[in-house]
């Protein structure tokens, strides 16, 4: 039977919802402002990562994240707004990079043949794949229970927190140990490296981490909201105190450029990564749809599935745009659930007013350059902050899956992080597979969430998606998501 799409709500229409109010223009640019803040270190993490995964230029990673504030804009103003009756939410949404792309994406780059380019036609694919399954999408949520979502949202933080720790020694590019310079050193000898985890970069990094801390405690609501922020802020002072900080870049860069697409390339359409990414695009999906039921609930506008379809869609459609415009699949951003919840301002105005705002911050290069030109030890503390609470989060939601009546979720959880922590204790583990498989088998995440399903489709079974399955669905995905 064909869908009709429901009557687009309007602040003429629906006045007397505060999800439509309409505010006065200084109180939308404060609150768009602070919707802006609560997210930003986590919307400008994965571009961070990923150019310091594959050691790019300070001038690509700051494109890179000029795209990403670019693209996070332009869908959030979709989200919130809506455009068309298929696409749109219409609620208080801001969007960001998943960090669930993250290690998939580096698996793929560092592959032998391949690169960003491979990346952004596997992104571009993955938007499409999300755009066509988006009408079963409802369907699928009961196929990831709390077993299988724990599972990967745990394997997520593990896996994350490699780089944490990377950034907090001072680069994932140094190594331990280097060769001996000392004149007439035998050949092949080997000495510790000075620069590597070095009191300097430990102590940057712990300060940063205490800054979040203290302010975790101690910060009035809205700067407890954006204490990594804070942290990251106070971390870069102190770097430059230390002669840390280098803003040569920042001065070469340009005030304004238009965001144009495809900058890195033709994009490549290869089969391993592309599927890798589709996978993550369900991900995704599950993580969506219990931030959209989490929202409609504070908000009081119900979530049906017209209105998840919507949401959904911009999920999709704002991958598409990504890897179009040298960026990163995209997702909901759950951070502003929370900001939300405590302010009471319902109204989604104020994310399309965050949204031009991020917009108009993606149009400065000279901003993209200036956050990459923060020193990796200040990205460690905060890292080790964000990424420890993606696994944190995982292991809260396994802590609610039934183990007594079900002894067998226990093997599934078991099996799913074992499988799950072979790229990171023994990457060569798959050397004599396929090269093809390599972006697939070098992704603990991706491991993980293909061996946590099969195991609960072999000993629970898929079943039918029932409202109670669903809910556990919704409820699992919710919490996985605030902590992206």
Request: net charge positive.
């Amino acid at each position: 039977m064909q869908q009709t799409a429901p009557p687009v709500p309007t602040p003429s229409s629906e006045e007397a919802h505060p999800v439509d109010a309409m505010l006065p223009a200084g109180k939308l640019i404060a609150l768009g402002i602070q919707h802006v803040l609560v997210m930003y270190a986590g919307a400008v993490a994965v571009p961070l990562i990923i150019g310091t995964a594959l050691k790019l230029p300070v001038e690509q990673t700051a494109l890179l994240i000029t795209a990403d504030l670019f693209i996070c804009g332009v869908t959030s103003i979709i989200q919130s707004l809506g455009l068309t009756p298929w696409f749109g939410i219409r609620m208080p949404v801001m969007m960001g990079m998943t960090f669930a792309s993250v290690t998939p994406m580096i698996a793929i780059a560092t592959t032998p043949g391949m690169g960003l380019q491979d990346i952004f036609g596997a992104i571009i694919a993955a938007g499409v794949f999300g755009l066509l399954i988006v009408p079963f999408a409802c369907r699928l949520m009961g196929m990831f229970p709390p077993v299988v979502t724990g599972s990967v949202i745990t394997i997520i933080g593990i896996s994350l927190m490699q780089v944490g720790i990377q950034w907090a020694v001072g680069g994932a590019w140094l190594k331990p140990q280097i060769a001996d310079p000392a004149p007439g050193a035998a050949a092949g000898s080997m000495v510790p490296n000075p620069a590597y985890a070095s009191l300097e970069n430990l102590g940057v990094a712990l300060f940063v981490l205490v800054v979040i801390l203290l302010i975790s405690k101690y910060g009035r609501s809205f700067l407890k909201n954006i204490s990594v922020l804070a942290g990251l802020v106070a971390g870069s002072v102190l770097a430059g105190l230390l002669g840390m900080m280098h803003f040569g870049q920042v001065a070469r860069a340009e005030a304004f450029h238009l965001i144009m697409p495809f900058q890195f390339g033709a994009p490549k359409f290869a089969f391993g990564p592309i599927v890798t990414l589709c996978v993550v695009q369900l991900v995704v999906f599950v993580e969506s749809a219990g931030m959209f039921f989490a929202l409609g609930d504070i908000v009081g506008r119900k979530v049906g599935r017209v209105e998840l379809g919507r949401g959904l869609r911009v999920d999709a459609v704002g991958t598409i745009l990504a890897g179009m415009f040298n960026t990163f699949p995209t997702t909901s951003f759950s951070q502003n659930i929370g900001l939300v919840g405590m302010t009471g301002v319902r109204s989604r105005w104020v994310t399309v007013a965050g949204g031009v705002i991020m917009l108009v911050l993606g149009l400065v290069p000279k901003l993209g350059a200036l956050v990459a030109a923060i020193p990796q030890p200040v990205l460690g503390g905060t890292g080790i902050a964000m990424f420890g609470m993606v696994a944190a989060t995982g292991i809260r939601i396994l802590s609610e899956v039934d183990y007594k009546a079900n002894r067998n979720n226990l093997l599934i959880v078991a099996l799913g992080i074992g499988f799950g922590m072979i790229p990171l204790v023994a990457p060569q583990f798959f050397i004599h597979f396929p090269e093809v498989l390599a972006p697939m088998l070098h992704s603990g995440i991706l491991l993980t969430a293909v061996v946590t399903f099969v195991l609960n489709a072999y000993f629970n079974g898929l079943g039918r998606l029932d409202a109670k399955a669903l809910r556990n669905a919704e409820h699992a995905a919710e919490d996985a998501a605030k902590s992206c």
